[in-house]
């Protein structure tokens, strides 16, 4: 029985220091692009008017490995793209957050979630205006090899304050990305 113990304690071991080291794998300082499709519209106390657009996207960030399964981290995100509404001449563009992010780790696998402050811009033909607001994302990442992993995630996002334009204007931007990160 005490030899039972034993073996069983090893091979739990051996198994946590697996875990912890597929779970160091997304530990750290982490960069890169994605390809963004981004639906936004543009809602109280206007008329709800629609638009969608694609656009690149930068990220970067640094996870924090706090259990064998479990990530802690913070990214920063910058949207290239724009969302142009034809209709009343104006443009959402430049969409950029800090966010923190938590997930689970499962094999080579990462799914998380994603909160944060968001801020972005309208612009129409001669002025722009910044809005802000709250944004969250779920996600599910994937190491490819020791240093490069491949993910696809939802955001939404609501902003206000656009008050150049009209006051109490809200946005909301609902995006998938598609996006590649190297593991420093």
Not at 69 to 84: K, P, Q, R
Not at 124 to 138: D, E, F, R, Y
Request: glycine content about 14%.
């Amino acid at each position: 029985m005490k030899r039972l113990l034993q073996y069983t304690a090893a091979a739990l071991a051996i198994s946590a220091s697996g875990a912890l080291a597929q779970a160091q794998n997304f530990a750290g300082f982490y960069g890169g692009v994605g390809a963004t499709s981004t639906s936004v519209t543009l809602g109280a106390p206007a008329p709800t008017y629609g638009a969608s657009g694609i656009g690149p996207s930068v990220f970067a960030g640094y996870n924090y490995a706090v259990s064998p399964n479990f990530i802690l981290g913070a990214e920063a995100t910058y949207g290239l793209g724009s969302a142009v509404f034809p209709l009343v001449g104006l443009s959402f563009k430049n969409d950029a957050s800090l966010r923190l992010r938590g997930g689970y780790v499962i094999n080579n696998t990462l799914i998380y979630g994603a909160a944060g402050y968001g801020v972005s811009k309208l612009h129409i033909p001669g002025n722009s205006t910044n809005g802000q607001g709250w944004i969250a994302a779920l996600g599910v990442e994937q190491m490819l090899t020791q240093s490069i992993s491949a993910r696809i995630e939802y955001s939404h996002a609501e902003y206000t304050g656009y008050n150049v334009i009209s006051p109490n204007l809200e946005v909301v931007s609902d995006a998938i990305t598609f996006g590649v990160a190297y593991h420093f």
